[in-house]
C-alpha cells in the first residue's frame, strides 16, 4: 500500500474549519484514500474515504485532487471535541476472504482551540 | 450498543504470567483484527481473521495465540508475559472485502501493563 506524508500538527480555532492536507504521490489506481482519527484513550474512528470523487458525510468532507497525488480532510466547524490525531491511509482493495493491512503512519495531531 | 467491545480495559500482571483479552462485534462483520499501539502511538496490524481462519499474521512472537470461537469473536491469548508486551491492544472487524470499501470499526482498546 502507498505511502502517506502528513503535517506533525495543526491547530484550528473552534468553529472554524479545519483543513488537514495528506500527500500521496505514489497512490495506484485501485487504491482508496482512508481518514481515520483517534481521540485521547480511545480506538481508531472511521471518519470517511474515497476513490477518485470528493465524497462527503456526517463528519467530514474528503477532498481528492485530480491526480490523486493528494487529498485534504475538511471538518466544516471544528469543536472542541474535534481534537485528536488524523490519520491518512492508503488501501488497496483485497480479494473476498482475505485482508488488508491498514497501515497506519504517525498521522497529525489536530488541536482545536478556543 | 457498542460496536466492537474488548475486556478487560485494564490489565495489569506480572511478568511470566498468561493472560487473556477478548473481543466481540456486533456488527456482523466477517474479519476481525489485533492491533497494538505501543508506548510511541504507533499502531500495528498483529493479526487478522476472515470467518474464523487465521489469514493475516504479522511476525508476532509464538506466545501470542489469537482464538476465533466464531466469526463474531476473536481472543487474544498472551503467554510469558514480557515488558515489551506492555502496550495497548486494539480489536478491530470490518465486512468482507467487496471492492475495497469496507472500514474497519474498533474497539476501545485493552491496555496490558507488565510489571
Known amino acids: 500500500d502507498a505511502k502517506t506524508t502528513q503535517p506533525t500538527s495543526m491547530d484550528c480555532a473552534e468553529g472554524r474549519a479545519a483543513n488537514l492536507p495528506c500527500n500521496h504521490s505514489t497512490i495506484s489506481g485501485n487504491e482508496y484514500v482512508y481518514w481515520y482519527r483517534q481521540i485521547h484513550s480511545q480506538g481508531p474512528q472511521y471518519i470517511i474515504h474515497g476513490l477518485k470523487n470528493n465524497e462527503t458525510n456526517e463528519m467530514a468532507s474528503l477532498i481528492i485532487t485530480e491526480d490523486r497525488k493528494s487529498s485534504t480532510l475538511i471538518l466544516p466547524h471544528a469543536t472542541l471535541r474535534d481534537t485528536a490525531v488524523y490519520y491518512c491511509i492508503v488501501r488497496a482493495p483485497r480479494p473476498t476472504g482475505t485482508a488488508s493491512k491498514l497501515t497506519f503512519g504517525t498521522g497529525t495531531r489536530l488541536q482545536v482551540t478556543l | 450498543d457498542t460496536a466492537v467491545s474488548q475486556t478487560p480495559k485494564y490489565l495489569v500482571t506480572q511478568m511470566g504470567n498468561d493472560k487473556s483479552i477478548k473481543c466481540e462485534q456486533n456488527?456482523?462483520?466477517?474479519?476481525m483484527y489485533w492491533y497494538k499501539q505501543d508506548s510511541k502511538k504507533f499502531l500495528k496490524i498483529m493479526f487478522s481473521y476472515n470467518n474464523k481462519e487465521l489469514i493475516i499474521n504479522e511476525t508476532v512472537p509464538n506466545r501470542f495465540s489469537p482464538k476465533s470461537p466464531d466469526k463474531a469473536h476473536l481472543n487474544l491469548h498472551i503467554n510469558s508475559l514480557e515488558l515489551g508486551d506492555s502496550a495497548v491492544y486494539f480489536c478491530?472487524?470490518?465486512?468482507?472485502?467487496?471492492?475495497?470499501?469496507?472500514?474497519?470499526?474498533f474497539g476501545n482498546g485493552t491496555r496490558l501493563t507488565v510489571t
Open positions: 478491530a472487524s470490518s465486512q468482507r472485502e467487496t471492492g475495497g470499501d469496507s472500514p474497519l470499526h
Open positions: 456488527l456482523g462483520h466477517d474479519t
